[in-house]
């Protein structure tokens, strides 16, 4: 898919949507930035998978949404593979509960992962993208951002917030050659649903019409497909991979 030598940042990249996404780009063939905020014994775990592929890698505990800790992330990653050539904008948290029960520091933190993550990377990205008229930016967003979600709400707007975010950017930078596209992800079989017991999956599970979650590697197979040249002329969508659910 001639990604070749491309570098990658994915951002939450540890475990779950992003490791998968992180191993599925280091298999097209790209150098990868791996990245987490706390969890340094799964990202030196997901650092070793790929090493022993033989796959070039750099593995960064940084909090992207602190701008100054973002900065000195891209510094590194100058240092080691040159400038971001795809960024995946994947790290994320989430909040169940009413909104009503939620603090102002509670739904401060979500937006902040959320949200100011994916600004304070592409901010740091882009020049050098502009530069070399050639880059690709994938947010990861949700089918709550399309829909809404009961008890989910400020996790719903900040994935509503990244999918304005996603088409605004790309008319912005699509005169420079560089393709913003967002993959909003249904129920994915992760760590994040971890919390529900088997008889709540298997009702969820029959709310999808193909009948299961998804797996982390499908969304890493179409990460790879729309960073490629394959999807050249796609850009500004928000590609829902739910399984049918909305």
């Known amino acids: 898919m001639n990604l070749k030598n491309k570098t990658v940042l994915v951002t939450g990249s540890s475990r779950g949507i992003g490791k998968a996404i992180a191993l599925?780009?280091?298999?097209?063939?790209?150098?990868?930035?791996?990245?987490?905020s706390k969890?340094?014994?799964?990202?030196?775990e997901t650092k070793a998978i790929l090493e022993k592929e033989h796959i070039?890698?750099?593995?960064?505990?940084?909090?992207?949404?602190?701008?100054?800790?973002?900065?000195?992330?891209?510094?590194?990653?100058e240092k080691e593979?040159?400038?971001?050539?795809?960024?995946?904008?994947?790290?994320?948290?989430?909040?169940?509960?009413?909104?009503?029960?939620?603090?102002?520091?509670q739904w401060q933190r979500i937006l902040s992962v959320n949200l100011e993550s994916a600004l304070n990377c592409t901010h740091l990205a882009v020049p050098a993208m502009v530069h070399k008229?050639?880059?690709?930016?994938l947010n990861i967003s949700s089918m709550w951002g399309e829909v809404g979600?009961?008890?989910?709400?400020?996790?719903?707007?900040?994935?509503?917030a990244i999918n304005a975010f996603t088409k605004a950017m790309a008319k912005e930078l699509g005169p420079s050659n560089i393709r913003v596209n967002a993959i909003s992800c249904g129920v994915i079989d992760t760590e994040m649903n971890a919390c529900f017991s088997e008889e709540e999956r298997q009702a969820l599970a029959e709310e999808i019409p193909l009948m299961?979650?998804?797996?982390?590697?499908?969304?890493?197979?179409?990460?790879?497909?729309l960073a490629s040249q394959r999807a050249n002329f796609l850009t500004g969508k928000i590609i829902t991979l739910d399984g049918g659910m909305i």
């Open 24 to 36: 599925a780009f280091g298999h097209a063939g790209c150098n990868v930035v791996l990245n987490a």
């Open 39 to 44: 969890s340094i014994a799964q990202l030196e």
């Open 56 to 77: 070039p890698v750099l593995a960064l505990l940084a909090d992207v949404s602190d701008y100054e800790t973002c900065r000195e992330l891209f510094a590194e990653i």
């Open 81 to 105: 593979f040159g400038s971001v050539d795809i960024l995946v904008n994947n790290a994320g948290i989430s909040h169940i509960g009413l909104f009503t029960d939620m603090t102002p520091a």
């Open 133 to 137: 008229k050639d880059g690709i930016i």
């Open 149 to 160: 979600a009961s008890c989910e709400a400020v996790y719903s707007a900040s994935k509503g």
């Open 212 to 225: 299961r979650f998804g797996k982390p590697e499908e969304v890493g197979d179409l990460a790879v497909f």
